[in-house]
């Protein structure tokens, strides 16, 4: 999670490092998003010291993950299409990250997932019908369809 209360740069720094030495197959660099329900509702970061939660510090720790860590599988989060509804996930996949997260959660049973806080939901811009070809025309890279696994 990037920006949650109380994080530096130095962390991030630090943990970014840790991916690399424990070889990680995959890392998940999504916004920290506040929800009053959660214990950490009532910190509030200082600008100045910690991270923010915002898409560009997210992107930043995505390409940096991507340079020091090289094949490691990371996710274009649905969390950043909550804060960043029209580019989040290909903006994402331009700063490194290599696999997208559709949701196949049923209309009918979306407004029960309360990952985010109520109000909120992850968005797409991705067809559902051919996600792949929504990627390979935005950004110009083919996609792989096989299973997705780290390539050693």
Known sequence: MVGIPGQTYESVAEDILLFRELDIDMIGCGPYIHN???PLSTMTPDAEKHIQPEPEYVYKVVALSRIITRDTLIPATTAL???NPDLGVLSAISAGANVVMIN?????YRRLYEIYPKGET???ILSP???FATI???TGRPVSRDYGHRHL
């Open 36 to 38: 009053p329900k959660t």
């Open 104 to 108: 196949e959660t049923p209309e009918a």
């Open 136 to 138: 390979e025309r935005m």
């Open 81 to 83: 299409s909550v804060l």
């Open 122 to 124: 992850a968005v797409t």
């Open 129 to 131: 019908e051919s996600p």
